[in-house]
């Protein structure tokens, strides 16, 4: 199985901050990369698909980068409805794996 | 709109068997496939498998090959997960998720909460 890292766990961030995310594969997965966001109590959220492409109805403050084993994720003006927790997933080969997720908090 | 509703939380015994199902609409339904995913309480996402509606061809994981089982009535367009005979560990939130072949899931159901418990 690919395993998926990402970094950091957690992070503390001001409304209006720049944060980014990262997300480390195992092995090359070339841009088969995609993010979520889970808000608590709701199901996850299409971010981002194939690494950097922009699900439609998601605001441009977000942005996908990487390719190969490393990936990121930029928001670039957190906003209140943004503290939430975000998680990559490969789409390269099943079984398909998350990373651990990264919990996004006002600080 | 394309939209997944899933079945309503279920409260069970161990050993007992169950079956989950998740409904889609606003879109042909034998053109996408449908995955599982599993989340622990306050853990992470977990893919259990999926299923292609179409011809009801199956794709596990190995971490969940053999304890449950993905189906799928084409005529009704509609999923289901289901176990044989619940364990505690099962207890967790399920999703399902629409894909197509690139693997990225969206839109999801809203989930069905699972709790086992002698």
């Known amino acids: 199985d690919i395993q998926m890292t990402q970094s950091p766990s957690s992070l503390s961030a001001s409304v209006g901050d720049g944060v980014t995310i990262t997300c480390r594969a195992s092995q090359n997965i070339n841009n088969y990369l995609n993010w979520y966001q889970q808000k608590p109590g709701k199901a996850p959220k299409l971010l981002i698909f194939?690494?950097?492409s922009l699900q439609s109805g998601v605001p441009s403050r977000f942005s996908g980068g990487g390719s190969g084993t490393d990936f990121t994720l930029t928001i670039s003006s957190l906003q209140p409805e943004d503290f939430a927790n975000y998680y990559c997933q490969e789409s390269y080969t099943t079984p398909w794996t998350f990373g651990q997720g990264t919990k996004v908090e006002i600080k | 709109e394309v939209q997944l509703m899933q079945s309503g939380a279920e409260v069970k015994k161990p050993g007992e068997s169950l079956r989950i199902s998740c409904k889609g609409s606003?879109?042909?339904?034998?053109?996408?496939?449908i995955s599982w995913v599993r989340q622990m309480p306050g853990k992470g996402l977990e893919w259990m498998g999926t299923?292609?509606?179409?011809?009801?061809?199956?794709n596990y994981s190995p971490s969940f090959q053999g304890h449950v089982t993905i189906s799928a009535d084409k005529s009704i367009s509609t999923a289901y997960l289901q176990w044989s005979s619940l364990k505690a560990s099962d207890t967790a939130m399920y999703y399902c998720?629409?894909?197509?072949?690139?693997?990225?899931?969206?839109?999801w159901g809203q989930g069905t909460l699972v709790a086992v418990s002698s």
């Open positions: 194939a690494a950097s």
């Open positions: 299923i292609d509606p179409s011809d009801s061809y199956t």
């Open positions: 606003g879109y042909s339904f034998t053109s996408y496939w």
């Open positions: 998720a629409r894909h197509d072949s690139s693997g990225w899931f969206d839109p």
